[in-house]
């Protein structure tokens, strides 16, 4: 599985998916550039969100915000005081972790013990073997449970207060070696601020301190009634918003995974006090199946409710996806009540209460907020489109079955040769096409080492012009998936691809 991940990070460079930033100068730790073909992706993984929450709901409008936010929006909304991981220092590698991800790893590392004895019984027992029962009476799975619910239950206590002391107890007691020096020599856990600052204007005294938005909420928080009043929205409504947030986060190296400037999709739906519990049951439904619409099949998804929610939300779940490193967050819903709302009313002394036109009543309403990394979205993708296939001739071919409507480039068009007006014809119908989808034009190598390449960005339609095509105006259509190939007429193209492609 790792050995997976590590192609799908080096077919992404290799195909201009993602680069690392700043190459040229030997990166920089967790930023990384889009190429021509990731750019792509990710504006129709946007588009895709877009149109489900913005487009098709009557309910739901859209903002752009400022990255820049007046300092005290951080104040008011906890992150100059709370936004902080544990931090821990490995002294003999020198490197620094997060004191709660190398616990929750141990905690991972018991389940796959679990999960591996199963599987060898399940192997050994064929048709017959019962796994709940197994899990009750083998004393070896018992051990393990035992030890990683104690484990779970310690440290869930740790992260409430949060106990720094007892987390690097924790990381002592279960003796947690650094996976780079091998050795135990921790330091004292601290916390650590993931918020970024610069300063603003040309004083540099302290007091023009703005911070770079840790995520994009505030700025929907803070123009909710402006967008209310403007749009006449009558509670319950939403505001979506996607944009960049930027998190000095301790734990790099995961790819795009975890990075320092990243984007969000948030959309935040305002509704009744009393109400909130409703609607969130129901975006926690509508979420997962515009997650599962795109047919990476349901088993790849599991909800993860908190046990243990932040002070502000009274319920809260992850969707996540299930990586080719284990099942990892893509989305957050959670149930945020009024917290934001009247935290910026304390802190900004304005009322920003809803008018109830009905019952002539003033309230500050519940949030329910939705928010799904495009970057964390985009993996997902890539990791579950990425396929080595063996073919029946012997070769392999790596493809990368994308849903057609997140496809960089729908349809490639590939005269046979360069000669006889091949070329010429080809572009004709790339120039008849591109107006409606991506199309694409190549003539360099042979047919088979283009449809190789096209696989390989997936692009889930090919068309190859050759003589026949200049006598009867017919094409051969290739699909991305099957490798079949049909004769069609080039006045079809259209109304076959635009139909799977469109988002
Ligand atoms: P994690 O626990 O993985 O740090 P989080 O719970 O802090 O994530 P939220 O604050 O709920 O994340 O942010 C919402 C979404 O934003 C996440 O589900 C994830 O998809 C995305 N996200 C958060 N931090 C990052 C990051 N550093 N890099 C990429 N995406 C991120």
Redesign the pocket.
């Known amino acids: 599985q790792e050995d997976v991940f590590k192609k799908i990070v080096s077919h992404c460079k290799e195909y201009g998916f993602v680069f690392p930033s700043s190459e040229i100068y030997d990166g920089l730790a967790a930023v990384y550039d889009y190429g021509q073909n990731g750019v792509e992706l990710k504006n129709n993984i946007k588009q895709y969100w877009w149109k489900s929450m913005v487009l098709l709901h009557d309910n739901i409008v859209g903002i752009d915000s400022a990255i820049f936010m007046h300092p005290t929006i951080w104040k008011a909304s906890g992150h100059v005081d709370a936004f902080n991981d544990p931090l821990i220092d490995n002294r003999d590698s020198k490197k620094r972790y997060r004191a709660d991800v190398l616990i929750e790893d141990q905690i991972a590392k018991y389940d796959e013990k679990i999960e591996k004895e199963i599987a060898k019984a399940r192997k050994r027992f064929g048709e017959s073997f019962d796994e709940a029962q197994f899990r009750a009476t083998n004393a070896r799975v018992i051990e393990h449970q035992q030890k990683r619910d104690a484990l779970h239950a310690r440290y869930t206590e740790a992260m409430q207060g949060p106990d720094l002391a007892e987390l690097k107890q924790i990381i002592i007691d279960e003796e947690i070696v650094d996976p780079i020096s091998g050795t135990k020599n921790w330091t004292d856990v601290r916390q650590f601020n993931l918020m970024f600052s610069t300063e603003m204007g040309s004083v540099a005294d302290g007091s023009n301190k703005v911070y770079l938005r840790p995520?994009t909420a505030q700025g929907i928080f803070v123009n909710y009634l402006n967008v209310q009043k403007t749009g006449r929205m009558k509670i319950p409504f939403g505001i979506a918003q996607i944009g960049k947030a930027f998190?000095n986060?301790i734990v790099a190296r995961q790819f795009?995974?975890?990075?320092?400037e990243?984007e969000?999709m948030e959309m935040q739906f305002f509704v009744q006090p009393g109400t909130e519990l409703e609607y969130f049951q129901k975006w926690k439904e509508l979420r997962m199946k515009w997650h599962q619409a795109l047919g990476f099949g349901a088993e790849n998804y599991r909800f993860h409710d908190h046990e243990k929610l932040a002070h502000y939300a009274n319920a809260a779940t992850?969707i996540e996806f299930h990586m080719p490193f284990g099942f990892k967050?893509?989305?957050?819903i959670h149930s945020r009540t009024n917290f934001d709302l009247s935290q910026h009313e304390k802190f900004s002394g304005r009322s920003i209460k809803y008018f109830d036109p009905q019952t002539k009543e003033s309230y500050t309403p519940y949030v329910i907020e939705t928010?799904?990394?495009v970057?964390?979205?985009f993996l997902s993708v890539m990791c579950h489109s990425y396929k080595e296939e063996q073919l029946e001739n012997g070769e392999t071919r790596v493809v990368l079955m994308l849903p057609p409507a997140l496809a960089p480039t729908k349809l490639a068009v590939l005269p046979l040769v360069k000669k006889d007006g091949l070329p010429e014809k080809a572009r004709e119908i790339v120039n008849n096409l591109k107006f409606h989808f991506n199309t694409s034009y190549d003539e360099k190598d042979t047919i088979g080492k283009r449809y190789r390449r096209q696989d390989a960005v997936g692009t889930p339609f090919c068309v190859t012009v050759d003589y026949d095509t200049l006598q009867d105006n017919t094409v051969t259509l290739r699909f991305r998936d099957t490798m079949e190939q049909e004769r069609v007429s080039i006045d079809q193209l259209l109304s076959i691809i635009e139909d799977k492609v469109s988002i």
């Open positions: 995520e998190r986060e795009i995974f975890r990075m320092r990243f969000q992850d967050e893509v989305e957050g928010s799904i990394g970057d964390r979205m």
